[in-house]
């Protein structure tokens, strides 16, 4: 089963940079029903490295189980998420706050699936992440937006045994506040998700890494196509 993935680097609303996928000649038949997405969040602050790499293995993964799912990458390196806003605080003069437009992009019904991925920070999510999640609350207080998306995690460590499912556990426990549904990467390994090893920046050299970020993907789609039925 072959498809045609045209990954375009284009700027979102808020200037966030995102790999789209673009649907292939099989999916352009079903054109008459909205398609169903799978969206993933790179919280790693370098756009494009390792962190990147896996959930790119991933969502080519969501893609290769169902062909009819779109994908997209969202970076948020580089974007401003004020946290004091979480609080009541007022932006700082010339401040912007980037999240509405990735909060756009989420809430849409579409999007099915949710895939955040972390570098691993002394065995923990990157500060990045943890303001992703913070600003989430948003979508609880407007009635649960990400209720029922299927939502998997993956964390890239320098080690090994770095931290990665650490990193993975904290980011569920933040989700679950979102009533999403929690999966990890699925049999035969049923692992908790993607746990990548960086070797001289890059994730190739990683087999067993690789297979659990395949894993998380696939899994990620079935579970969304058993749920949209
Ligand atoms: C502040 C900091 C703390 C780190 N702590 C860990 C750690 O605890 N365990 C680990 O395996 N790697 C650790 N690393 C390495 C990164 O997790 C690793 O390089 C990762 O691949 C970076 O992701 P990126 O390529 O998307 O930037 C740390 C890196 C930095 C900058």
Avoid at 56 to 77: P, R, W
Avoid at 205 to 217: H, M, N, S
Wanted: aromatic letters at 4%; one cysteine or more; a neutral charge.
């Amino acid at each position: 089963m072959s498809h045609e993935i045209d990954r375009r680097m284009v700027l979102g609303a808020a200037g966030a940079a995102v790999v789209t996928g673009v649907l292939g000649r099989g999916a352009l038949a079903q054109a008459s029903a909205p398609a169903k997405k799978v969206i993933a969040v790179n919280t790693s602050l370098r756009a494009g490295k390792t962190t990147a790499a896996g959930l790119t293995l991933c969502l080519e993964a969501v893609k290769e189980m169902n062909s009819a799912l779109e994908i997209e990458l969202i970076e948020l390196a580089g974007l401003s998420m004020p946290a004091q806003v979480l609080v009541g605080g007022a932006l700082r003069e010339g401040e912007t706050d980037d999240f509405p437009a990735v909060a756009e992009k989420l809430r849409d019904p579409a999007v099915v699936g949710l895939i955040v991925g972390s570098p691993v920070y002394f065995n923990n999510m990157s500060g990045l992440c943890k303001t992703f999640i913070d600003r989430c609350m948003e979508f609880r207080k407007n009635g649960f937006e990400l209720r029922n998306k299927v939502f998997g995690a993956l964390a890239v460590g320098a080690a090994r045994n770095g931290g990665q499912e650490l990193t993975i556990s904290a980011i569920h426990a933040g989700f679950m506040g979102q009533d999403v549904i929690v999966v990890g990467d699925g049999k035969p390994s049923g692992r908790i998700g993607a746990t990548l090893w960086n070797q001289n920046d890059a994730i190739a050299q990683d087999e067993f890494g690789i297979g659990t970020a395949k894993g998380l993907g696939r899994r990620v789609a079935e579970l969304a196509g058993m749920l949209q039925g």
